[in-house]
């Protein structure tokens, strides 16, 4: 077996087909049917906390736009350079044109086109995107709202879309992690309990962030700035194997999250050293036999802004 190495774009990679799986098909679909009838084209997207770009994909695959300008943030330059050379390959093995000559990236295939730019950038400092307010009509969040302060978090998010506009804001954890078969309950649910307190305890900017209930925290926090729902439901993530084997990257993706526990637990000295290493090797064991199911509740929001 390769010794495991943690990188965080091969997890961003890894991650892919667990949220194609997980993503709420019917949230997915009221956005869609929405776009389908917005009269603009290009359609506006703005992406915050990007990653290596996994989401263009799925928009351009699942059919979500046709003429599209997209704006892919992250505050980390690596994830962006990262996504500029997987897009890039993606589209050359998906028949897509693919054109970087102007400094944007260009795709396209028949009459749809997406040009993206990527920025790298700090979306929540409290002065603000470096942009002016209310130029797009769609933004999209995707895994990222429990790192940040949802109060001031959303409020920025709001400025970015048109009265009118749309924020879809995906896979929002929210304070459910269970691993199967169980090793023991008392252990278990100690290990878990302590990883959801280390996501409740960061802080960015000085203010506490969503966290571990980011999920459900949403639907107050929306509704206290005026945004309606449009759409809401479960994102969960199911990762388990078949005939003791698991579908792409996802074996790899369970140890990435074996390695954030084992992190947000070690740094805090929260459980005995060796209480944490006995449930972890039990765990990565259950990986290398092909055993361990892993479940995350999470949920999928649509909102609109007010007019
Ligand atoms: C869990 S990852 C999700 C990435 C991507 N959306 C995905 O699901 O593949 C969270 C992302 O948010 C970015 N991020 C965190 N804080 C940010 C901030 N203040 N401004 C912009 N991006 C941020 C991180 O660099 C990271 O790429």
């Known amino acids: 077996m390769m010794p495991f190495l943690f990188n965080f774009q091969r997890y961003l990679e890894a991650k892919r087909s667990v949220d194609d799986r997980a993503l709420n098909r019917q949230v997915w679909a009221t956005l869609s049917e929405l776009l389908a009838r917005f009269p603009r084209r290009p359609v506006r997207i703005l992406e915050i906390g990007a990653g290596i770009g996994t989401m263009i994909p ?3 695959e699942w059919g979500l736009i046709d003429q599209a300008t997209y704006l892919a943030l992250d505050i980390e330059a690596d994830n962006l350079h990262y996504a500029r050379n997987w897009l890039a390959h993606w589209a050359q093995q998906n028949g897509v044109m693919f054109d970087e000559s102007t400094g944007s990236c260009f795709f396209q295939q028949g009459k749809r ?4 730019d990527l920025l790298v950038a700090d979306a929540f400092i409290p002065s603000g995107l470096p942009f ?18 949802l109060e001031a978090g959303l409020a920025t998010l709001v400025n970015c879309v048109h009265p009118g506009g749309w924020l879809y804001l995906t896979l929002n954890f929210d304070g459910l992690s269970l691993f199967l078969p169980p090793l023991s309950w008392e252990l278990d649910d100690q290990v878990i309990a302590l990883y959801h307190q280390s996501m409740d305890e960061r802080l960015l900017h000085g203010l506490p962030t969503g966290g571990s209930t980011t999920g459900r925290a949403l639907f107050a926090t929306s509704s206290a700035l005026g945004l309606e729902i449009l759409a809401a439901g479960a994102s969960d993530w199911v990762i388990f194997p078949q005939h003791n ?13 074996l390695h954030f526990i084992e992190e947000s637990l070690a740094q805090q000295a929260l459980l005995p050293t060796e209480r944490l290493i006995k449930w972890l090797s039990a765990r990565r064991a259950q990986i290398a036999r092909g055993e361990l199911i892993f479940i995350a509740h999470q949920f999928d929001f649509l909102f609109s802004v007010p007019k």
Do not use: M, S, T
């Open 245 to 257: 084997h698991y579908p792409a990257q996802e074996a790899y993706f369970l140890h990435c999250i």
């Open 58 to 60: 799925r928009v351009w």
């Open 113 to 116: 086109w997406l040009k993206l």
């Open 132 to 149: 002016p307010h209310h130029q797009f009509d769609l933004l999209i969040a995707h895994a990222v709202l429990d790192l940040v302060n």
